[in-house]
């Protein structure tokens, strides 16, 4: 049932366009940033930058307001004989597949073309969770509000607080207490934001984190270890399996 | 076929419904009356497990109503009062989409033919009149030959000629042994096809009486008339 509802999803997505346009903007942006640069870890430094910018801020907006527009089809599949909670994880499934294509053609396979490395690999990778992760909360989003204006504005504040707000906050604890050893509470705050997250896994792959001075090195030491490793990719995991749930549990609840 | 026991559902401060219970049974055509905003509604959305009751239960052919039991709707063939639809969807992929998710064998399309729906089937679901779009909703209520038909203001928007084809359906199924439940404004459309009369107030159930019932204690034939008697006369 679940394929079926997810079928009619990717068809209704893929009419729509948008996802079209974002796939051919990420191609544009990865293949100039790779024609250009010439120094390789300079290269992956400006698109990962972009990246982290653009993939959540189009995930989160995309998905949020796709969930509003379909709210007819919910109510239209909520009185017939299917689980909510098909409905709702096919919707989520539909976006997620769809998004993660774009990002697989536009960012993911020039990537593993200029460089066909850990590094591409890893550009790959971190895009595509972000991609479930800011879908996951778009969906959270959606489900907790029923007005589509108030939905919207929420998910954008959650970009920019993801994007933006929380790196000022992370930085001005850093210099109110700049005469105490923050390396492990840096770490702990590293976890709390997915784009965080990705952007330190992606530096202490092209050897970036000496640009981070002291504090690099403890992450290195920290994120550049299995152990590191592991906590990292289930903390993503995290981040996108608990609003996905959180969503599904609201939307179970829900008056229709 | 449909037992409901004391369900109270509040919407803010509002109460939709107030410890309504009811029984409703095969081969009966029951209409829900009531002023706007009374609960009709909200009653038929609770059986169909769209609105979450706060207390009671509501028990489908013997089957519980919650969330973890969806399998009981293949029962029900619902027509909203305003039917929505993804507005970029054409009526035939509306139709096969139900068809393909649903997945029932045998297939009721006498009402599409009844409406002349396959000549638009081409036509988006977003530019229908309200009238034709309530024809997609009454076919797709019929399409699977449903036990309980659940139609909320089923000729609202309707013109006469299709009111008189869909009333006819309605008798025709309701004489299988189906149960149809019916809300509707326009008492003297239900004349000829209601069996029983529920009257309903601020989320409360005033009467639920046999229309024969009715007729007898009113003196009145026609069901308007017999409504308009029993409120007159403060039965409750």
Redesign the interface.
Known sequence: ?MR??IK?VLG?II?NKMVLVYTILLFVISLSVFNIETNTSKGILSLLNIILLIVPLTCIIFSTIYIYN????I??????????KTIWYSLYFGLVLSLSLAYIIGIGLPALYYFPNAKGLMILVVGLFLTWVFVSIALLIAGSSRDKTKGIAIAIVSWLFFAIFYDILVLFILFQFQDYPLEGAMIVLSFLNPIDLSRIQLLLQIDAAAIIGYTGAVFKIFFGRGLGILICVLSMCAWFLIPLWLSVKIF????? | MIQAKHITKK?GRLKALDDVSVQMNAGECIAILGPNGCGKTTLL?TV?????ADSGEVMVKNEIVK?SN?????H?G?M?QIG??????KIAD?IN??K???QNGELNEELASAFDLPALNQKKMGNLSGGTTQKVSAVLAFMFNPDILILDEPTAGLDPLSSEKLKAKIKAENDKGKLVIITSHILSELDDLVTEVIYMQEGKIIFHKKIKTLQEETGEIKLSKAIASILQSGVK
């Open positions: 049932m079926k509802i009619y209704d009419r379909s709210s007819e089809f109510e239209l599949l909520v009185s017939q004989p299917i689980k909510r179970q609840k829900r008056d229709i | 919407f959305k169909l497990g769209m609105v979450v969330k969806w399998q009981y709707r293949r029900i619902y909203p929505r639809y993804p507005s970029n969807m509306v989409m139900m393909d998710i649903r």
